[in-house]
């Protein structure tokens, strides 16, 4: 089993002031992440989407964790591959440095970006981005095989014989995987040879329906499609989580940071239409009621706009996640694992929750809840 943390560098009072502060407090979790015995940190790539995501350039952002730390692999999760983000070739450059500086720690997922809001902002054709994304990876993939690449796909050419450098420590590249916000996106992953990040906000059952579908594509699929000579066959599950010595209190941390997470997330992926997100954090409050209630009214807000209610529309509410004690989330994580989830992706960083609450989860984590399960199934 394999522990990790995902930073989106997500702010409610998104001033440039706090932005700085919220920046470097994820960059002092990420490091302290490391000493805690988690085994990886993913950056996710995001533009202009204010509250949401600030993580605008993680390769930066991951190089200044990489610089401060020794033993923890640091993960793009994930490149904004579409070529109006990130060329191919400049992803491939990049890839190679940080893997150099980082003496082989390197991990790169792909995504198709998932807004109105940032495909506008660098022009992207939205109807090309699945293609994109697929011809992405099979650059990277082959970027290193030879000596030089020179690349005739069904969406881009390169012509002439270019070597990518630097090349990587790692051969021929870093594990590759795809982000895997819909089910089909799962079995496009097994027929590249990729491994999967996957939410999961609905709960575990929901992971181990898509694992399934990852198994059971992994076990059809014959290799024609595979993006390189390499294939990763990891599954990486979301896990929500705050947790403290005083366990009501980190349920209700967390469920404040769940909903301004939802209402956020919902603001971009809705247009604008379900409304900015609340910032307010007031003392004494039943989060938890209150997430429940918000829940009710994204699915009227939906039914107004007449977008269609999913489970992947409303599954952001869901409250049953590793919020509590240590034992609360060794229990959670425990049915996380049975679901088939070969890692385990803290997500800690929301945008109310304060500092110290981060940091005194990360170190739970790191005394009670990682031991337990190295325990039971091993490093």
């Not at 990518?164 to 996106?185: D, E, G, N, W, Y």
């Not at 989060?287 to 009214?297: D, K, L, N, P, R």
Request: aromatic share 8%; charged share 20%; proline share 4%.
């Amino acid at each position: 089993m394999q522990f990790s943390m995902i930073f989106e560098a997500q702010m409610a009072d998104p001033t440039a002031e706090h932005e700085r502060e919220v920046i470097l407090d994820s960059v002092e979790q990420a490091v302290y992440a490391e000493r805690m015995g988690f085994d990886r940190i993913w950056a996710v790539e995001h533009h202009s989407t204010k509250w949401y995501s600030h993580m605008s350039a993680p390769e930066i952002f991951l190089t200044w964790v990489a610089a401060r730390t020794s033993r923890i692999r640091i993960a793009h999760g994930a490149v904004c591959m579409p070529f109006n983000f990130n060329h191919p070739a400049r992803v491939a450059e990049r890839i190679g440095m940080l893997d150099t500086l980082s003496g082989g720690r390197l991990d790169v997922g792909a995504a198709r970006g998932g807004t109105l809001q940032e495909s506008t902002l660098c022009g992207v054709d939205i109807e090309q981005t699945k293609a994109q994304v697929e011809e992405a990876l099979r650059i990277i993939g082959a970027a290193w095989q030879r000596d030089e690449l020179e690349w005739h796909g069904d969406v881009l050419d390169i012509e002439g014989s270019h070597p990518i450098l630097p090349r990587p420590v790692q051969t021929p590249h870093p594990p590759l995987f795809l982000a895997c916000s819909k089910q089909p996106s799962l079995i496009e992953a097994a027929d590249y040879g990729v491994g999967a990040l996957v939410l999961g906000f609905a709960g575990p059952e929901e992971v181990a329906n898509l694992n399934r579908i990852y198994r059971d594509a992994i076990k059809e699929r014959t290799g024609e499609r595979f993006v390189s000579t390499v294939t990763n066959d990891h599954l990486v599950a979301l896990c929500p989580t705050i947790v403290s010595e005083d366990g009501a209190r980190a349920r209700q941390v967390g469920a404040r940071g769940q909903r301004f997470f939802a209402q956020s997330i919902a603001h971009w992926f809705s247009g604008g239409k379900s409304g900015i997100p609340d910032e307010a954090v007031v003392e004494g409050r039943d989060e938890v009621a209150i997430i429940t209630e918000a829940a009710e009214q994204q699915v009227a807000m939906l039914h107004e706009a007449k977008i269609p209610v999913t489970v992947n529309a409303t599954a952001t509410y869901n409250i049953d996640h590793a919020y509590g004690t240590a034992e609360d989330a060794i229990g959670y994580v425990q049915k996380l694992i049975d679901a088939g989830a070969d890692e385990i992706m803290c997500l800690i960083q929301m945008g109310t929750v304060p500092q110290q609450d981060c940091m005194e989860t990360i170190r739970i984590w790191g005394e009670q809840v990682i031991p337990h399960f190295r325990a039971k199934y091993g490093a």
